[in-house]
């Protein structure tokens, strides 16, 4: 099975500083492959091993974030046989539906059976370009994916759990699936891996379709931080509720 993962550089959180008009800056954040893509990318190298298959990574960015050796042996070293990778600075990727056509574009020239995808970015958290991405490519699409298993080269059977229930989907290849970050743990590269990972072949693909935002950001800010009341109420009986009810009306709750 030919397995291709997407996955987004993305600045890593816990460098991301908040200023003090509340703005965020990632200067200081190094840089750092999407959390809920690394399930994408585990679910990919565990589904290429017990088929016999391939997985590629596909990544679609900005020059300063792909052209980072770094993190281009980081997301090789997570089972990709091969990276692929669209680099355009003209385009911040900010919009879903631009990213989609971008990724879409690439996957019209490659070959495959299954895409998969995290269930959103880190940064922005859309849960919308896989949806998007295999729509545009006229694919089956399932989202919120908790587990899948190859019947056969051209059918999987899928789960996903939603909030009262567990659905299993027969769902014909090729397909665009947006995994759960339930539906594994990713594991931790040996030293072995990121050996090997500095080997293995990596490509430039151009954007062929013009991919215009549908929409902007204007603005990123931190939520305003509130002090905290420290209102106690006492005790366990009608009193100590209605006083509660009160404090929370007041509150406007």
Do not use: W
């Amino acid at each position: 099975m030919k397995i291709i993962t997407c996955c987004k550089v993305v600045p890593n959180e816990e460098g991301i500083t908040v200023m003090q008009n509340r703005e965020l800056s990632t200067e200081k954040a190094p840089l750092a492959i999407s959390q809920y893509d690394l399930n994408a990318m585990e679910s990919g190298k565990k589904l290429a091993a017990e088929t016999g298959g391939t997985m590629v990574a596909l990544s679609v960015g900005s020059s300063s974030s792909l052209e980072n050796t770094k993190i281009r042996k980081d997301i090789l070293s997570r089972g990709a046989d091969e990276l692929k990778l669209v680099i355009d600075d003209a385009h911040g990727f900010s919009d879903s539906l631009q990213t989609a056509k971008a990724l879409a574009g690439a996957l019209k020239n490659m070959e495959y059976d299954l895409v998969l995808c995290g269930a959103g970015s880190s940064d922005l958290y859309s849960q919308e370009v896989g949806i998007q991405t295999g729509t545009i490519l006229d694919l089956p699409v399932v989202n919120n994916v908790t587990g899948i298993t190859a019947v056969s080269d051209s059918t999987l059977h899928v789960e996903r759990t939603l909030e009262e229930e567990v659905e299993l989907l027969e769902v014909s290849l090729p397909a665009v699936l947006s995994v759960s970050s339930e539906i594994n743990v990713p594991t931790v590269p040996s030293m072995r891996d990121i050996m090997k990972a500095g080997k293995k072949p990596v490509s430039v693909m151009d954007m062929k379709e013009e991919a215009a935002p549908s929409t902007r950001i204007i603005e990123q800010l931190a939520p305003k931080q509130q002090e905290r009341r420290q209102q106690v109420v006492e005790g366990d009986g009608e009193e100590a509720v209605d006083a509660l009810v009160s404090f929370l009306r007041k509150e406007g709750f």
